[in-house]
């Protein structure tokens, strides 16, 4: 019986990646089971979830105050001075920008007119940097700021703008920048909220809550909701004849129930969330009172926050309870300024002297004193200050006196916790209109505050639907001539 000939035969494509792919498989299941595993390991009887957890590598920051203002400030009005819009004030567009034509605005008058603005910039600080006349109080603090003029998104709308600088994404539904820094870091206090929202005193923004959300992670994860003065969280205070003694006897029953029906339901985060958050309602009756008592601060204090002024009363009572917060431990602070619609937030439509010009008298001087309060307490160099809006406004008018708004640009500064103060960063074009020199999409942003926070936002990761999910998407470049 004849043999035959032995062949080595070749592989086809197919079978070529039907064996890889065995391999790729193989290393995606290796992830995928120690990633479970360490989910696991959180879901355990006693687990926290905001027990403060190691960060990827150094911080140079443990904590966060957002200053958030809502309604979209004019870069050419406040920290980007334009001389370019000086010269062309009141010619088109297209005649002062090589190429540019008219242009798509919410308002639908793209054809309008350049408008120089009415404002005067000055010089401030060894570092020379130039800020509007409306903010005198910031000027003087330059030297600790870092400007970032190139900031840009996607969005012309308030709604997905809000949700795009909150939670990377112009839709709703995805957790907050304060969730995923919740997440990543857990908390230093455990009887405040990690993560506390002062809203203006005029209203909250457009889309509201979803804005300070966890998303489709544990509601833990979510942004508490403060006010800063009285009760500084509703329905908080057990009820008329309830003592302390007969609510903790209750709340251990509920707690030992709940946790025996967490046995039937393992992995329930809903059900773990609630158990943690009656146990944390319950410290907060005793602690979170504290926080909005000023009776210790100073009068030299409060007149530093603007409090003694009823134009900065109410905006310099959050900064300095931002600052009670943080000094308090807790991770994540975002404060407001601008609620409702109109005029009423930074949405300057009809006249920025009028709505730019009151929003800033309101802010300047508790943001300053905030940011010297910090410095002098030896928190600022612990403490990232970061100060934006959802975006930009046009360099062309509307109605004469205001602007669009324009995503296309906006100026945001950061300051303390590792920032490199008395710089800027990239540059609008030469009227303002769009990102120029060294361009960073709000993913870039929010890498870097993670950055400082000492987290890695590609690591930094939520399981979701299959898909490991992050804050900045497939990535952001941190920008690192922000930091020191």
Known sequence: MSRKPHFTNALSRRDFLARAGGGFGSLALTFMLAEEAKAKALRTENHNPLLPKPPHF?????????????????????????????????????????????????????????????????????????????FPHIGEQVDDLCFIRSIYGESNNHAPALFQMNTGSILQGHPSVGSWVTYGLGTENQNLPSYVVMTDHRGGPIGGAPNWSSGFMPATYQG??????????????????????????????????????????????????????????YRMQMNAPEVVDFAKETEETKKLYGMDNPETEKFGRKCLMARRLVERGVRFVQVYSG?????????????????????????????????????????????????????GRLPISQGGRGRDHNPGVQTVWMAGGGVKGGTVIGESDEVGLKAGRDP???????????????????????????????LTENGGQVIKAALA
């Open 58 to 134: 150094t911080p140079t920051a443990k904590n966060v105050i957002f200053l958030f203002m809502y309604g979209g400030p004019s870069q050419v009005d406040t920290f980007d001075p334009k001389q370019e819009l000086i010269k062309h004030h009141g010619k088109k567009l297209g005649d002062a920008l090589k190429g540019a034509g008219d242009i798509k605005t919410f308002g639908g008058e793209g054809n309008a007119p350049l408008m120089r603005s009415p404002f005067s910039f000055k010089k401030y600080g060894k570092s020379g940097i130039e800020v509007s006349e409306i």
């Open 224 to 281: 508490t909701v403060f006010r800063s003065s009285g009760t500084p969280i509703l329905d908080l205070s057990p009820g008329e004849g309830v003592t302390r003694e007969s609510q903790r006897s209750s709340l251990d029953l509920l707690g030992k129930l709940n946790t025996d029906h967490l046995h039937s339901n393992p992995g329930d985060s809903d059900l773990e969330a609630r158990i943690a958050s009656y146990e944390l309602a």
């Open 339 to 391: 609620g409702g619609h109109g005029d009423d937030t930074w949405d300057a439509h009809g006249d920025i002297v009028g709505n730019h010009g009151a929003h800033a008298r309101n802010t300047d001087k508790p943001i300053a004193g905030l940011l010297m309060d910090l410095k002098r307490r030896g928190l600022l160099k612990d403490t990232l200050v970061v100060w934006a809006g959802e975006f």
């Open 440 to 470: 960073h999409h709000i993913r870039d942003f929010h890498a870097t505050i993670l950055h400082a926070m000492g987290l890695n936002d590609m690591a930094l990761t939520y399981l979701y639907n299959g898909r490991y999910q992050r």
